[in-house]
């Protein structure tokens, strides 16, 4: 019998749920297997019948104890998986962890300091309602408190008082992400046609935009670095056990890092050592990119960046707080170009502010600096974010909430959403289909719609660059007597006896 079954729930909102792997959760794992405890690995993304899957395993398990990890767009889900294992299992414990229930928790504390409105209080209460124990913060040493049989409703690791919460040093004692507890071969990610898997070099970005989730919680707030050999043996771990040659570093920022450019040059030495090429793939903060940064990454073997430029408007880019202004964003493009770097540019409208002519400032810096690809979403405003933990209800209309910049007075009005019921304002379909929950003074949440639809049409037919294809949800099928799943849907440590 297992000591713990973790879940990873559909991504339902995304075009292609099997593309990085769920690297939080791994890490838990992989700190329960040196600890001797068994692991039950459910991985129910990219299954169309997950709720079914769920409950039938439930069933059949001996495992008494399933934990979630959950961000807010997949919290939909997540309810449904925890609601069909306790119809299977009455007595199971269910634990939650990851980045929504941290949010929600960040959000809830802020709320009590300011003594705000509960509305976070609220949010967490449905939470507690469904779950036995939740998980806020650093999840590699909470779990062993939220698996005490007198394990406590909140295990609170969101906390740098806290013993439970990573420093540089135990974040640098971990072992790598439990990746073999995966069906590696079911995730298809590729960099320049090379087979790609991700890794976290580093935690946390310390950076205030108002949008970005996290901004009060110290476990995404605070950064937490590795050491540079640390990170270099996990991508050839990751060469050496799986074959790939293909690399997306995951960090909020690369370049906040200080040792950024130490790091690509260990990166390009360990190449040379293995006699491989590799490929990778990366974030970086635009304002401070620079050439050594750029020659820095073409020689460790990136070809592509991505960069959060938002938007293409000055008045939306200091409304956000984002710290770089539009001549900062495309001196960014044009040093990526120099070295041979291609960018994606990640762009967002529904800000404060946000009118006709600040998107149509988005559209024209898009056509002036020509990334090599972009993303446009429109914003949600989730919590552990500025935009909602900051927002007051609005006096003349029910269930709408108002966040205003203070340094010029934009307001943005957002609708009260139920994160465990709907996931419909996150990313969508490129041909349509995308939510908003949020509105400006400006702009009704159907003209939002509109206007990014016609956007991302406009600007990839100009620019040439195709829509990014998705891959549908896979069934999962069974008959009656027979037992145990697909090792895509769920892999396990062999039972060993915890030491005492």
Request: aromatic fraction near 8%.
């Amino acid at each position: 019998m297992a000591d713990i079954c973790l879940i990873i729930p559909p991504s339902l909102f995304l075009l292609d749920e099997r593309v990085f792997m769920t690297l939080g959760v791994l890490r838990v794992a992989a700190v329960l297997e040196r600890d001797g405890r068994s692991v039950e690995m459910l991985d129910l993304s990219g299954i169309e019948n997950f709720e079914e899957v769920a409950r039938l395993h439930a069933k059949s398990s001996a495992t008494k104890v399933f934990g979630l990890t959950a961000t807010t767009p997949q919290m939909p889900a997540a309810l449904k998986i925890a609601r069909a294992i306790r119809s299977a299992r009455p007595q199971a414990r269910l634990i939650l962890g990851g980045p929504h229930v941290t949010l929600v928790n960040a959000a809830r504390k802020g709320e009590r300091r300011r003594g705000a409105p509960a509305r976070a209080e609220s949010a967490f209460k449905v939470l507690a309602e469904n779950f036995d124990v939740l998980v806020a913060g650093d999840g590699e040493e909470a779990v062993f408190e939220a698996l005490k049989p007198a394990a406590p409703g909140l295990v609170d690791a969101d906390d740098p008082a806290s013993p439970l919460f990573l420093t540089n040093q135990r974040l640098n004692e971990l072992p790598f992400p439990a990746r073999h507890l995966l069906d590696s071969s079911s995730y298809r990610y590729a960099i320049e046609g090379e087979p790609a898997m991700s890794l976290i070099a580093q935690l946390g970005c310390p950076f205030a935009c108002g949008f970005c989730g996290g901004r009060e919680s110290p476990m995404l707030r605070r950064i937490r670095t590795r050491s540079t050999r640390n990170v270099v043996d996990e991508i050839l771990q990751m060469h050496r056990c799986y074959g790939v040659k293909g690399f997306m570093l995951y960090d909020d920022e690369l370049n906040v890092n200080t040792k950024m450019v130490e790091l690509m040059d260990e990166i390009a030495a360990a190449q040379k050592a293995v006699g491989a090429q590799f490929r990778l793939r990366g974030f970086v903060k635009s304002q401070l990119f620079n050439d050594q940064q750029a020659a820095a990454m073409r020689r460790a073997g990136f070809r592509w960046i991505l960069t959060g430029f938002e938007s293409g408007s000055p008045r939306i880019l200091q409304n956000i707080n984002k710290k770089a202004t539009r001549e900062e964003n495309t001196r960014c493009v044009e040093i990526a170009r120099r070295h041979g770097l291609k960018v994606k540019a990640l762009m967002s409208i529904g800000h404060p502010g946000e009118s006709e002519q600040s998107v149509l400032e988005t559209r024209q810096w898009l056509l002036e600096a020509k990334p090599d690809d972009f993303d446009v979403t429109i914003i949600t405003t989730y919590p552990g974010t500025p935009y909602y933990d900051r927002a007051v209800a609005d006096p003349t209309r029910e269930g709408v909430w108002v966040y205003t910049f203070e340094g010029t007075g934009d307001k943005l009005y957002s609708r009260e959403v139920d994160y465990t019921q709907v996931a419909d304002y996150y990313k969508g379909d490129p041909d349509g289909g995308y939510t908003s929950y949020v509105f400006t003074d400006a702009l009704t949440a159907e003209r939002l719609v509109e206007l990014r639809d016609t956007l991302e049409r406009d600007v990839r037919r100009i620019l040439n660059i195709p829509f990014n294809p998705g891959r549908p949800a896979e069934r999962f099928e069974h008959s009656m007597g027979q037992h145990g799943l697909p090792p895509s849907i769920l892999r396990a440590t062999p039972a060993r006896k915890v030491p005492v």
